[in-house]
C-alpha cells in the first residue's frame, strides 16, 4: 500500500480517494485511472457532449495526486486528457486564465488516436522471453488422499499426498508430504517415526506440536523443491502426469497452509509455482553450468 504524504492529511478526501483506489487494485477491479481511460475511449467513439461530460467527471474522481501519472507519460503528464475532457473554449488546471483553442484540442485528438495504435501493438507484442502466462487454463489440484497409486492418477500424480516413495536419510518415505513433515522436525527419532506414519494426516499431526529444525521457515522452500524433484525423478510416470499438465498456471489446494497453498487467491502458492518450476525442469533439462 502507498504511503501518503502528510500534505495529504490535510485533504482527506484526497487520502480517502486513494484508499478507494487501493481496495480496488487489491481485489483487481478498474481503479480511478482505468475507469476514466474507459470512459475516454467511449467518448472517443462516440464524440457527445454528454460522453465528453462522463470522461471528465471519471477525470475528476481521480484524486489529485495521481491525475498526472493516469497517461503514463512523463513528458505532458495529464494536459492530453485535460484538454480532451476540457473542450475547445474551456481552461484546464495548468493554464487556468487562458481558454483550450481548437488547435489545441486537435492535437489532444492526435495524441489519444496515437496512443491508441500504440497501445494495441503493445498488446499484441510478445515478450521477447515469451507470454507472462500460459496458453493452457489453469489447473486446479484439489486436495485428495488416495491410498493407493492408480494406472491413471491424472491431476492427483502432482499431489504431496500421492503415494511415491520417496528416500529421506536411508529411511523410505510414502510420500512427498510424509518426507517432507518428516525434515522439519529436529529430533531424528521423530523424524524417523514421521517417515513411516501410517497415512499423511499422521505424518503432519506427529510434526505439529514438535520443534522444528534450525533455521526451517528459511529452509522449507528448497526443501520442498529438493523433494518434488526426487519424486518426479523416480517415478517417470508421474513426472509426465505434471508434463501433460503443459503450461498451465498450477493452482494448489491446502487446507492448513497459506504458503503452500492458494486458499482461493489469498494464499502464496508456493506448492504451485514450485510444481511449475520441476515441470519446466523436465520438459528442458538444465544444461551444465558454465565454469
Same mark, same amino acid.
Given at each position: 500500500?502507498?504511503?501518503?504524504?502528510?500534505?495529504?492529511?490535510?485533504h482527506p478526501e484526497i487520502l480517502?480517494?486513494?484508499?478507494?483506489?487501493?481496495?480496488?487494485?487489491?481485489?483487481?477491479?478498474?481503479? $480511478?485511472?482505468?475507469?476514466?481511460?474507459?470512459?475516454?475511449?467511449?467518448?472517443?467513439?462516440?464524440?457527445?457532449?454528454?460522453?465528453?461530460?462522463?470522461?471528465?467527471?471519471? &477525470?475528476f474522481a481521480i484524486p489529485e495526486?495521481?491525475?498526472?501519472?493516469?497517461?503514463?507519460?512523463?513528458? *505532458?503528464?495529464?494536459?492530453?486528457?485535460?484538454?480532451?475532457?476540457?473542450?475547445?473554449?474551456?481552461?484546464?488546471?495548468?493554464?487556468?486564465?487562458?481558454?483550450?483553442?481548437?488547435?489545441? &484540442?486537435?492535437?489532444?485528438? $492526435?495524441?489519444?488516436?496515437?496512443?491508441?495504435?500504440?497501445?494495441?501493438?503493445?498488446?499484441?507484442?510478445?515478450?521477447?522471453?515469451?507470454?507472462?502466462?500460459?496458453?493452457?487454463?489453469?489447473?486446479?489440484?484439489?486436495?485428495?488422499?488416495?491410498?493407493?497409486?492408480?494406472?491413471?492418477?491424472?491431476?492427483?500424480?502432482?499431489?504431496?499426498?500421492?503415494?511415491?516413495?520417496?528416500?529421506?536419510?536411508?529411511?523410505?518415505?510414502?510420500?512427498?508430504? *510424509?518426507?517432507?513433515?518428516?525434515?522439519?522436525?529436529?529430533?531424528?527419532?521423530?523424524?524417523?517415526?514421521?517417515?513411516?506414519?501410517?497415512?499423511?494426516? *499422521?505424518?503432519?499431526?506427529?510434526?505439529?506440536?514438535?520443534?522444528? $529444525?534450525?533455521?526451517?521457515?528459511?529452509?522449507?522452500?528448497?526443501?520442498?523443491?529438493?523433494?518434488?524433484?526426487?519424486?518426479?525423478?523416480? *517415478?517417470?510416470?508421474?513426472?509426465?502426469?505434471?508434463?501433460?499438465?503443459?503450461?498451465?498456471?498450477?493452482?494448489?489446494?491446502?487446507?492448513?497452509?497459506?504458503?503452500?497453498?492458494?486458499?482461493?487467491?489469498?494464499g502464496r502458492n508456493w506448492t504451485?509455482?514450485?510444481?511449475?518450476?520441476?515441470? $519446466?525442469?523436465?520438459?528442458?533439462?538444465?544444461?551444465?553450468?558454465?565454469?
Amino acid at each position: 500500500m502507498e504511503v501518503h504524504r502528510t500534505s495529504d492529511l490535510a485533504h482527506p478526501e484526497i487520502l480517502i480517494a486513494e484508499i478507494r483506489d487501493t481496495i480496488d487494485q487489491l481485489n483487481k477491479r478498474p481503479d $480511478s485511472t482505468e475507469r476514466c481511460l474507459a470512459a475516454v475511449d467511449v467518448f472517443l467513439a462516440d464524440r457527445t457532449e454528454e460522453n465528453r461530460e462522463a470522461a471528465r467527471e471519471a &477525470y475528476f474522481a481521480i484524486p489529485e495526486t495521481q491525475r498526472h501519472y493516469a497517461l503514463g507519460d512523463m513528458d *505532458h503528464k495529464d494536459w492530453p486528457l485535460q484538454v480532451l475532457v476540457t473542450g475547445p473554449g474551456g481552461t484546464g488546471d495548468r493554464r487556468p486564465d487562458e481558454e483550450i483553442d481548437q488547435s489545441e &484540442y486537435d492535437w489532444a485528438l $492526435s495524441y489519444f488516436e496515437e496512443r491508441a495504435e500504440w497501445t494495441a501493438k503493445a498488446r499484441s507484442r510478445v515478450p521477447a522471453d515469451g507470454p507472462a502466462t500460459g496458453a493452457a487454463p489453469a489447473i486446479h489440484l484439489y486436495e485428495s488422499y488416495p491410498l493407493k497409486p492408480s494406472d491413471d492418477p491424472g491431476t492427483r500424480a502432482p499431489r504431496n499426498e500421492y503415494p511415491a516413495p520417496v528416500e529421506v536419510d536411508g529411511v523410505t518415505c510414502p510420500t512427498v508430504a *510424509h518426507a517432507y513433515w518428516a525434515l522439519s522436525v529436529a529430533d531424528p527419532a521423530l523424524r524417523e517415526e514421521i517417515a513411516t506414519a501410517d497415512n499423511t494426516f *499422521h505424518a503432519r499431526n506427529l510434526a505439529a506440536g514438535a520443534e522444528r $529444525s534450525e533455521d526451517w521457515e528459511r529452509r522449507r522452500t528448497a526443501v520442498m523443491a529438493s523433494l518434488l524433484r526426487a519424486k518426479f525423478g523416480r *517415478h517417470p510416470s508421474l513426472a509426465q502426469a505434471l508434463l501433460d499438465t503443459g503450461d498451465a498456471t498450477i493452482v494448489y489446494d491446502d487446507s492448513d497452509s497459506a504458503f503452500w497453498g492458494d486458499r482461493a487467491g489469498r494464499g502464496r502458492n508456493w506448492t504451485g509455482r514450485l510444481l511449475e518450476l520441476i515441470r $519446466s525442469e523436465l520438459a528442458s533439462p538444465i544444461p551444465s553450468r558454465p565454469a
